[in-house]
């Protein structure tokens, strides 16, 4: 499927000058990505990135840095959809998976093995519930493997007057 429209996401500040790394997320892995593989986990609403990046703590808020991303991306899947989940060889349960525990269990996630097998089938992201404690009704991410500044997967900054810094020391 494609997905065209926005996307957004809450940085620490600190790290905001690298608004479309994966970098983060190759290092210590996520829900729906081994270590050694880059992905940019983006939310489709502001309150949801807020939850987000706060991890369900609503009571201590961080300083964050808001960003706003046009998407015009190929080759997605939408994991609220029960055929698509067929395609990916998932299910609800398996999404929603304590991963880090299973981690911490020397146990593989259910949602890394999705996740190697759709990157080596060519699909470029998926768009997922939000697992954050206290997410808004219906929230989604958007978590890209393939990511660009130009269709066909297209993940384009907005920065239009250039606020964002440019390195650790701006």
Not at 10 to 27: C, D, I, R, T
Not at 33 to 58: D, H
Not at 74 to 95: H, K, P, T, V
């Amino acid at each position: 499927m494609q997905y065209k429209g926005l996307a957004y996401r809450a940085h620490n500040p600190y790290w905001s000058f690298s608004p479309v790394s994966g970098e983060g997320a190759k290092l210590r892995g996520g829900r729906f990505n081994p270590k050694g593989i880059p992905a940019l986990y983006l939310s489709l609403t502001t309150p949801t990135a807020l939850v987000e990046y706060n991890q369900g703590f609503p009571h201590r808020p961080q300083p964050v840095t808001l960003c706003a991303y046009e998407i015009d991306c190929d080759d997605l899947l939408n994991l609220e959809d029960s055929d698509q989940r067929d395609i990916a060889g998932i299910s609800r349960a398996e999404m929603a998976c304590a991963w880090e525990l299973m981690l911490a269990m020397k146990q593989t996630p259910p949602t890394w093995l999705m996740a190697e097998r759709l990157i080596t089938a060519g699909i470029a992201g998926i768009i997922v519930p939000s697992y954050a404690k206290n997410t808004p009704p219906g929230g989604q991410n958007i978590v890209f493997w393939d990511w660009d500044d130009r269709p066909p997967h297209q993940v384009k900054l907005i920065d239009d007057e250039n606020r964002l810094p440019k390195n650790q020391d701006s």
